[in-house]
């Protein structure tokens, strides 16, 4: 039923049983499950089945597809030890020869395989390359013949592109073709409605969708496929920014208390005792900030900005704002040590401001609380007060701030530190503790190239913060290599100086203890490098709980108090340990990347990251801007086994030779599959991306982003797009599913 009172149903809402009966379940493992959701699993490559591969080019262990010709084949043979029976077969490209082996369990089988591998005839055999007998060799390949002789009037198939579809043990992508056939065949224009509106397609030039299916599913030419995948790359990059607009449109039309500056309030008590310059960046976005929030339109704002380049100034100020216009503060943080830092140094840099209701406070101060999992008892009793009663006009935590127990008395402006840490649906439901829509001031310190900002959070417009403070030192980054004993020695006589010197030293290690099977605190975000082709068997990687045991043996640290810190201590022994560290009483922290985002500690001049090739890129990053925030200047040693040339070795020396994060992040990009860039959040959408790439399909993105926003503003609800509306639904169902799994 639609909203419109008309139960629409169609050729492609017909479950996929209704068309592939025996193989409905295996559609259904791959994500398949209508008529319609087959037209959509589109091929993953096109082989020319005119042009024979090289076999000499193979490689062991790699997937391939061949273009070949069956030479010879053995006929049934059985296996004297296990009885198996098999068929074994040569097959040339016209100048090397590969074994092919072919596995029954019945003997009808087995004489299939026999009739089947005919001498003289040409087909596409695609599987992984192995090693047997001392040759390569596919056992068990997909095969598609080229003469087709069980189907009619496909002989020109061989001069075709050939669609290879992505497949599965159970499911080859010969019989995904020829299903595809059976839907797409009858089907007539009208049958398939088109997301994208006729006047966008006429502008861009795009063509009808059924003709471009066909071409996807069945070319003639390599430009079929090449111009019809360019106009579903468009199509999902258009659903994806409809929803995006509409989601942008929906809470653009809920009103919003508008919280104009108050002059002789807590923003300009604050401003006169800032004991530094806001940067222009800070007084530009600041002022953008205070506009939006001024107004009675709910602010929607990503501030990017690089790890110290001052956000949280940014975001109190705005803080301040709302609170002198009557209204509070959420400030929502990814973990327990930053949510913690959060209120300790907002309170800091507050001073009295925050001692609201208190002996000694400021007349018209406030109060900021904290709430995290770990507050309990009469802390958070009095914590869920202030926030209900309003005392607090800047209430500080992480997840536990969405429990139904916390309630606001006016909150007015959304805060959300690290946002890509976070699903839309966690934003949401902090937002719906407020009666009419906060503001929402969403901050990341993790560079986003535009077109992934427009892709992930597309329903948000951006501010960079591309300067630093000025007086910030420079960072100067090595990599060690770890068998190397005179440079390790060097590593902890360096963070020894440091010590000296005054400053503090961080040490990350990618594990807590040796035996870390659960992986908590796990390097998060980078595919392992553990077994990298070509590497030795390497010891397993540093755990904190034995790396702090080496150092306090070590000469070079003798003497010097060496803490830890890791995610499974006890919140006050976490704060612990950043108290001790930050003051300077343990001024060697070993511990895990819980430290990665936002932990400030101006003193830390030493960043010493063990096993450093097990980390991401745009991570190493993080983990580095934890040092240099002072005025001395930082040093950051990559320590690594990795040999030189490796890739992992190649993505130090990269993070070693630029400081740049928006560069960085392109490098990232680059080494990353499409998932890990949208994130773990946005991965629902990320899955219902089938063609769509947001590295390369810039030009794509920003036009359909345009014609969009253009669409949803003539009709925000897309009453006369059903089609559309469709389509977002199925891309919405996916993102839901995905969520639902992980929570
Ligand atoms: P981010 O959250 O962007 O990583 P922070 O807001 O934590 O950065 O700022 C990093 C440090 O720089 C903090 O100690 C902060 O007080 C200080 N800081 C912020 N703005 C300025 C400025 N304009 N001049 C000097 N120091 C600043
Ligand atoms: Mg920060």
Request: aromatic fraction near 4%.
């Amino acid at each position: 039923m639609y909203a419109d009172g008309v139960v629409r149903s169609s050729a492609l809402d017909r479950p996929i049983g209704s068309v592939a009966a025996r193989t409905g379940p295996k559609f259904e493992a791959l994500g398949v499950r209508t008529a319609g959701d087959l037209l959509r699993y589109y091929p993953r490559r096109y082989a020319d089945p005119s042009r024979l591969t090289d076999i000499a080019g193979l490689e062991i262990d790699e997937k391939a597809s061949v273009v070949a010709e069956v030479r010879s084949s053995s006929g049934v043979l059985r296996s004297r030890s296990s009885g198996k029976l098999r068929v074994e077969a040569q097959v040339t490209d016209g100048r090397s020869v590969l074994h092919l082996a072919f596995f029954a369990q019945r003997e009808g089988m087995a004489k299939k395989f026999e009739r089947d591998l005919r001498p003289g005839r040409r087909g596409l055999f695609t599987g992984k390359v192995g090693w047997f007998n001392g040759r390569a060799q596919l056992a068990n390949p997909a095969v598609v013949w080229f003469d087709a002789d069980d189907e009619d009037g496909v002989v020109e198939h061989a001069e075709r592109p050939l669609p290879v579809y992505p497949a599965s043990g159970q499911l080859d992508s010969e019989k995904i073709a020829a299903t595809v056939q059976v839907v797409l065949g009858p089907l007539r224009e009208g049958d398939v409605p088109d997301p994208v509106p006729a006047q966008v397609r006429a502008a861009r030039d795009l063509g009808e969708l059924l003709p471009a299916l066909r071409r996807l599913h069945r070319p003639e030419t390599e430009q079929d496929w090449v111009q019809a995948q360019r106009r579903q790359r468009y199509e999902e990059a258009f659903v994806l920014q409809a929803e995006l607009a509409r989601r942008r449109a929906r809470a653009a039309a809920q009103p919003a208390v508008a919280r104009p500056r108050v002059a002789g309030g807590l923003l300009d008590a604050f401003d006169q005792r800032l004991p530094f310059e806001l940067t222009t960046g800070q007084r530009e976005v600041g002022a953008q900030i205070a506009d939006e929030i001024a107004q009675p339109v709910p602010m929607q704002r990503l501030l990017q900005g690089e790890v110290g380049s001052g956000k949280t100034v940014v975001a109190l100020r705005a803080m301040l704002q709302v609170v002198d216009a009557g209204g509070q503060a959420a400030l929502l943080a990814p973990t327990e040590v930053l949510a913690a830092q959060h209120a300790r140094s907002l309170r800091a840099l507050l001073g009295d401001l925050a001692e609201g209701g208190m002996l000694g406070g400021a007349d018209q101060g406030t109060r900021v609380a904290l709430l995290t999992g770990s507050v309990t008892g009469a802390a958070r009793r009095q914590a869920l007060l202030d926030a209900a009663s309003g005392a607090a006009g800047i209430v500080v935590g992480t997840h536990a701030l969405l429990e139904k127990t916390v309630q606001f008395a006016e909150l007015g402006l959304v805060v959300v530190d690290e946002q890509h840490r976070f699903g839309v649906e966690q934003r949401d439901r902090l937002r719906a503790k407020a009666s009419a829509q906060p503001h929402l001031l969403a901050m990341t310190a993790t560079p986003i190239p535009r077109t992934v900002a427009m892709t992930v959070f597309g329903d948000l417009e951006t501010s960079v913060l591309s300067e630093l403070p000025a007086g910030r030192s420079p960072i100067t980054s090595f990599v060690v290599p770890a068998d190397r004993p005179a440079w390790l020695a060097r590593t902890w006589s360096r963070v020894r100086e440091e010590v000296d010197k005054g400053g503090r030293a961080y040490v990350v290690c990618p594990r807590i203890t040796g035996d870390d099977a659960d992986g908590a605190d796990l390097v998060a975000d980078e595919p392992a490098t553990l077994g990298e082709a070509g590497t030795a068997p390497r010891r397993p990687p540093s755990a904190v709980l034995e790396v702090v045991e080496e150092l306090r043996a070590l000469p070079e640290l003798a003497g010097l108090e060496i803490g830890v810190l890791h995610g499974r201590l006890a919140a006050e022994d976490k704060d612990r340990a950043l108290a001790q560290f930050a003051s300077g009483a343990v001024p060697v922290l070993v511990s895990t990347t819980v430290v990665e985002v936002g932990v400030d500690v101006p003193e830390a001049t030493a960043m010493v990251i063990l096993d450093a090739d097990l980390f991401g890129v745009s991570q190493l990053h993080q983990l580095r801007g934890r040092v240099g925030r002072g005025t001395a200047p930082g040093v950051c040693l990559l320590v690594s086994g990795a040999r030189e040339g490796s890739p992992g070795h190649q993505r130090l020396t990269t993070v070693a030779e630029t400081l740049d994060g928006f560069a960085l992040a392109a490098f990232d990009l680059e080494q990353r599959r499409e998932g890990d860039v949208l994130g773990a959040s946005q991965s629902g959408v990320a899955s219902s991306l089938r063609l769509l790439r947001v590295t390369r399909d810039a030009d794509l993105i920003e036009q359909a982003r345009a014609d969009a926003r253009a669409v949803v503003e003539q009709d925000p609800e897309l009453e006369s797009h059903p089609a559309l509306r469709d389509a977002i639904d199925v891309l919405l169902a996916g993102e839901r599913e995905e969520f639902l799994d992980r929570a």
